[in-house]
């Protein structure tokens, strides 16, 4: 039985989120979608639509309790659209560029924008180095969740991020992207704020870097 309205409600109260009726509606579309494609492509191992609700929409909507994004966001490696696509629900007036490479995860991406009825997302194959080389200094944002190549990543966003541009990461544990770049000789692309704990989780953090370095 798809997921109720009311019951993503609930779900996102525990975050201290608070969306109108048309977002949540879309939210319980959305994992709709999710689950039925999950079958078919491997697009979450979280399979119970309550723990979809948390674990992606509401663990990527929190940063808006925080921060006041505005303009364009990148979202980097947007697997199945988190946080990327999640934020673009709960602010609709944002511009998202989501880049996703594998053609399958492109194509659910499409189908959510379609059935969601979300306009100024784009969908994009491109690796995030060509990407970033083509709009430089092109966004306010980028946003980067349960990628690999960190350090690489991080120096591409760099490139594209407008001189007050900034970089949120969803990460687990205790290491920071600071320790992530410190070997790779990039250690001052990024002056790091203090991560935020996400609620209902042990570990999870999302991290910001403030552009200090022009790329």
């Not at 709960?90 to 194509?107: G, S």
């Not at 997302?121 to 092109?138: I, L, P, T």
Request: aromatic share 8%; with cysteine.
């Amino acid at each position: 039985m798809p997921i109720q309205p009311a019951a993503v409600a609930a779900s996102l109260a525990d975050f201290g989120i608070s969306l109108g009726l048309r977002h949540l509606e879309q939210i319980a579309s959305y994992v709709d979608l999710l689950t039925r494609w999950n079958r078919a492509i491997n697009l979450t191992a979280i399979l119970d639509p309550g723990e979809i609700v948390t674990r992606h929409f509401a663990e990527s909507i929190y940063i808006t309790r925080f921060v006041d994004l505005q303009g364009e966001i990148l979202d980097v490696g947007s697997g199945a659209g988190f946080p990327g696509l999640a934020i673009k629900i709960a602010r609709p007036e944002l511009r998202v560029v989501l880049l996703e490479p594998v053609a399958k995860k492109r194509a659910f991406l499409k189908e959510v924008v379609r059935e969601c009825k979300l306009d100024r997302v784009e969908v994009s194959g491109s690796r995030v180095e060509d990407y970033c080389a083509q709009a430089m200094g092109g966004f306010e944002s980028a946003t980067v969740r349960a990628v690999g190549n960190l350090p690489m990543i991080l120096r591409a966003t760099a490139r594209c991020l407008k001189r007050s541009g900034s970089v949120y990461l969803w990460l687990a544990g205790d290491e920071g992207p600071q320790d992530s770049l410190k070997d790779s000789g990039y250690s001052e692309l990024f002056r790091w704020s203090e991560p935020t704990p996400l609620p209902v989780s042990r570990d999870r953090k999302i991290w910001r870097g403030r552009l200090v370095a022009d790329c």
